[in-house]
């Protein structure tokens, strides 16, 4: 039951994020790819990370995606302009599925090392994902994460900056 | 979430899809008669009569407005979009009507033997789940304006999503002081948490700011720039015609009741009341926010556009920053249980 | 249960895809969707490995890659705008301003 569910997300993904690339129109584009993200979020509810999930919708479905939409629509881009030469398409493609082969030919040869840690589906059930996520965000991650905050305030920044200037 | 290949009992599958038939129906419902009943409201404070034709008191009007939509010429224009035309309208109603899942309506009851939450699906998450969705719901807006290839949807529909965006923000930021008292992002827990005293009374500012900022979400008449009727003649849905304008009304006017929902559910007890049963209590104050939400069309003028930013983010956005701040100080000198 | 490999094996098509669509692709805005995809492929390894090894530090990581995207997305699409007034494209062939 649960593979196949995994199955038909996972196929929902591929088809959409190959739309993204294939799409003519941009706006058809973002679509797809928020479809994408949809599929990620309900593979993490999968993987036991509600909290996660939430936070892919808001943020990439719900922040990150309507930001490009809003561009597209604001500089009003219907069409894409053309595409690159044959020799860009043939080496982007052969590129990327290089990359695809490469790692499917080491995951298919090596294992899963590693100390394995405390955190298993019972521990989740009972003190909570994002009480877990809250407590090792603001004790062990915590220099990482007030860091966050001035790389935002610097892209707020700029954002604003580069908005704003006559060019 | 659990144990992943866990078969569920049936009987339990059968209450949870009854349940969900009935929130859809009760949902529906309401929303087609509240078109009816700001009709009949905003007639009444413009000293009119509304309509009050068909039926007893016109109440089957909204059977009759139903009519009419369903049988008008479903059109799309021939330079727009297609696909995105016909898709805009569901992505405008569905969210309104899937954030209803989370919305806890009533007291547990024992049924059957067994103790039944008057609530679709109780989320570890929930809250997170309600801001997702409703910022899923600013695609609808955008998607509609931009499929109709015309010069006033683009433009709704770029208001549109800019004030959604814009107040979706200080939406999340007003609730943070709920979830801070209530210590738990569950709609539950945050109902159970007000037992002793409704959030309005430790939050009147997070309920201020939260509900000033859902009359933005459901674009409605201070804040309803996207459609104003003077200047953009209605905004992203002006090539709209038949069912699929109506999908849009009628979304907005489900959004009005979950947004009503939600506002009680965090601030004012959710079900909880003396005397009546928490079914009523929570109807009640539901159907009290949707006369507000009326009261406030009848009475208010249209904002400007640089007045609407400059409240989103220049006013709203900081409050509701002071107000997190100021709980946390709260919170931190009141020790460990402050209610 | 699924396998981890599954997981792996779905993240990589989804960056792969991602690559080849930046190499291909001329519109920027296109192009940085492209980016957000790969990122997106990277997430799902991380908290897919968190889960298999009991580890809540990659999902932190993905919390840290989304906020990192966040501000891309702000200031890329700030540049593009400001790219767009001055050339009214946003095709990455008319970026040649820096080359001669």
Request: with cysteine; charged share 15%; proline share 4%.
């Amino acid at each position: 039951m649960e593979t196949l569910f995994f199955s038909i997300v996972a196929a929902i993904a591929i088809l959409m994020s190959i739309l993204v690339i294939r799409c003519k129109n941009p706006i058809n584009s973002a679509l797809s790819l928020i479809m994408t993200f949809f599929c990620l979020a309900t593979l993490y509810v999968m993987l036991e990370a509600p909290f996660m999930a939430a936070i892919q919708v808001i943020v990439y479905a719900g922040a990150i995606m309507v930001l490009i939409v809003f561009v597209i629509m604001l500089l009003n881009i219907r069409t894409e302009s053309g595409r690159r030469t044959q020799h860009a398409l043939f080496l982007g493609a052969a590129t990327g599925l290089f990359l695809l082969f490469q790692t499917w030919y080491f995951l298919s040869r090596s294992s899963l090392t590693g100390a394995k840690g405390a955190i298993d589906s019972a521990a989740i059930a009972k003190v909570g994902h994002t009480e877990l996520i809250g407590q090792s965000l603001f004790t062990e991650f915590l220099l990482p994460f007030e860091i966050t905050s001035i790389l935002l305030l610097a892209a707020i920044v700029g954002a604003v900056v580069l908005a704003k200037k006559k060019v | 979430m659990a144990g992943a290949d866990v078969i569920p009992d049936p009987m339990e599958i059968t209450l949870v899809i009854a349940k969900i038939g009935l929130v859809l129906l009760v949902i529906l419902t309401l929303a087609a008669y509240l078109v009816f009943a700001e009709r009949r409201i905003l007639a009444w404070i413009q000293d009119r009569k509304g309509p009050n034709r068909v039926g007893p008191f016109g109440l089957l009007q909204p059977l009759a407005d139903l009519i009419k939509l369903l049988t008008k010429e479903d059109f799309c224009p021939p330079a727009g979009d297609r696909w995105l035309f016909f898709l805009a309208p569901a992505m405008a109603a569905i969210p309104a009507i899937m954030t209803f899942a989370i919305v806890p309506f009533g007291a547990p009851v024992r049924i059957f033997g067994r103790d039944l939450p008057m609530q679709v699906a109780d989320l570890h998450v929930g809250l997170l789940l309600f801001m997702a969705l409703s910022s899923i719901a600013v695609y609808g807006v955008a998607l509609g304006g931009w499929a109709s290839n015309s010069k006033y949807a683009l433009l709704g529909s770029l208001r549109g999503l800019a004030q959604l965006i814009s107040y979706e923000l200080s939406m999340g930021l007003s609730l943070v002081p709920t979830v801070m008292l209530a210590r738990s992002f569950r709609l539950s827990d945050i109902v159970a948490a007000q037992e002793g005293g409704w959030f309005i009374l430790y939050q009147p500012m997070a309920f201020a700011i939260f509900l000033v900022s859902i009359l933005a979400e459901c674009k409605r008449i201070p804040f309803d720039l996207p459609e104003a009727e003077g200047e953009l003649v209605a905004g992203f849905h002006t090539e709209y015609s038949g069912m699929r304008f109506g999908l849009f009304f009628v979304g907005e006017y489900i959004n009005i009741l979950v947004l009503g929902g939600l506002a009680a559910t965090f601030f004012l007890g959710g079900w909880q009341g003396p005397l009546l049963p928490g079914l009523l209590w929570f109807w009640g104050k539901v159907l009290a926010f949707a006369f507000l939400f009326i009261w406030i069309r009848g009475t208010l003028p249209r904002l400007r556009y640089d007045q609407l930013m400059h409240l989103g983010w220049k006013v709203l956005t900081p409050m509701a920053l002071v107000n997190i701040l100021a709980t946390a100080w709260w919170l931190y000198l009141a020790g460990s249980s402050p209610l | 249960m699924v396998s981890l490999h599954s997981y792996l094996i779905l993240s990589a098509i989804l960056f792969s895809i991602g690559t080849i669509g930046v190499l291909t692709r001329r519109n920027a805005i296109v192009i940085f969707m492209c980016i957000e995809m790969m990122l997106n492929a990277v997430n799902l390894t991380f908290i897919a490995l968190s889960k298999y090894l009991g580890n809540l530090d990659g999902q932190i990581f993905v919390f840290f890659v989304m906020t990192v995207a966040a501000a891309e997305a702000a200031v890329g699409l700030a540049l593009m705008i400001a790219f767009f007034k001055n050339r009214e494209s946003i095709d990455v062939e008319d970026l040649n301003l820096m080359k001669w």
